[in-house]
């Protein structure tokens, strides 16, 4: 018999967080799942963590596969889920015991394509709440997703863009349940992290909007995202990240125009272009990012440079910006090599203290 829902969860050298990871799943308040474990190549304990689960209980399907990262299991999960309805779990994450019996409620009863809900960064010492200043639930169907939805993940407008902190916090996958037709009878499928560099979620959840025609946020924090694994790819400096930028947002405009999607699209975008020089310019300034000051000091200033980026900056707008992003933008803008190189450390320092 089919499960209704699929939990499709790629594993990689995260012994030390899976038993949690999976505990949380299996004392769900609704039963009617499977969990789809892939094991990505790891060279930890666990694939073995992993057995012991699944000999405990049927509802765990393990895919065990060559290291090949953690689009490739995602898609490798997808070919594998038998339910009517899908979500991912990150393996260094947990969820709470309600979520999906109430994501699903939602989805049922009002044939809901996708619904996504809040969740809460964990850093270890402390947690801290990701907030969205919308209602309890908020309800978009038909063109309501595309001009809502889908635009917000294709990047901010007007006063969206003073919190760069919200930039991705709706394009994750783990905080999301599908209709598993919306994926499979598009053929939705990751992009290799190695081509994009990061926001692979983001780039399957524009598509996957496209072809939604319902969509509810419950603003609800169901989901805890651990913050504080420092093997993680995000907490990890990447020297091809602004090339891999480059094709990851020439991929969102080729699909716009595909889409014959608007203006308002095509600048948001941009936008999401500018606002992308704060990451990247962390990733430059990495602790793990062996270069000499000097060196860091050439990759800012060659960061500023880069046409797309240089353009998105000409045409952003920094008046709905905060004072201090007003300044990290207008010195953007001025190429100031040097000032930004001060406040990328600023910002990271703060993010330390955050953590």
Same mark, same amino acid.
């Given at each position: ?79 594998? =889920? @038998? ?17 999906? @019996?109430?994501?699903? @409620? ?55 863009? =003073? ?5 991705? =916090? ?41 072809? =939604?025609? +319902? ?54 975008? +941009? ?15 990495? !602790? @793990? ?29 920094? !008046? ?36």
């Amino acid at each position: 018999m089919k499960p209704k829902i699929s939990i499709i969860v790629p594993i990689y050298n995260v012994e030390n967080y899976l038993s949690r990871c999976l505990d949380s799943l299996l004392t769900q308040d609704y039963e009617d799942f499977e969990v789809i474990a892939i094991n990505d190549g790891s060279t930890d304990n666990s694939l073995t963590i992993l057995q012991e689960y699944a000999e405990k209980d049927h509802r765990i399907c393990i895919i065990d596969k060559e290291n090949n990262g953690v689009s490739s299991a995602r898609n490798d999960g997808l070919s594998q =889920a @038998k339910g009517e309805y899908i979500g991912f779990v990150d393996p260094d994450d947990w969820v709470e015991p309600q979520v999906y @019996k109430d994501m699903l @409620k939602i989805a049922e009863e009002d044939q809901i394509d996708i619904v996504m809900c809040s969740y809460i960064r964990e850093f270890g010492t402390h947690s801290k709440e990701k907030t969205f200043a919308f209602p309890e639930r908020s309800n978009y169907f038909n063109d309501e997703v595309h001009k809502k939805i889908l635009r917000r993940l294709v990047g901010p407008l007007n006063e969206e863009v =003073a919190n760069p902190e919200l930039l991705d =916090a709706w394009g994750t996958v783990w905080s999301k349940l599908y209709r598993a037709e919306v994926i499979k009878n598009n053929n939705l499928q990751f992009i290799d992290l190695s081509e994009i560099g990061s926001n692979e979620d983001t780039l399957f959840n524009i598509h996957a909007c496209y072809y =939604a025609k +319902s969509f509810v946020f419950l603003n609800k924090p169901y989901y805890h995202y651990w913050r504080a694994n420092n093997t993680s790819i995000t907490s990890k400096h990447n020297p091809n990240l602004v090339s891999q930028f480059g094709k990851l947002y020439t991929r969102m405009e080729n699909f716009l125009n595909e889409k014959n999607f608007g203006e308002n699209y095509k600048i948001a975008l +941009s936008n999401r272009i500018s606002l992308s020089t704060i990451g990247l310019g962390l990733n430059t300034i990495n !602790s @793990k990012n062996t270069l000499t000051f000097t060196r860091r000091l050439k990759e800012v200033k060659k960061l500023l440079n880069n046409n797309m980026i240089k353009k998105s900056l000409q045409n952003f707008e920094i !008046s709905y910006c905060s004072f201090i992003w007003r300044m990290f933008f207008f010195l953007a803008k001025s190429r100031a090599t040097l000032l930004i190189y001060i406040m990328l450390e600023s910002i990271e320092f703060a993010r330390k203290r955050l953590r």
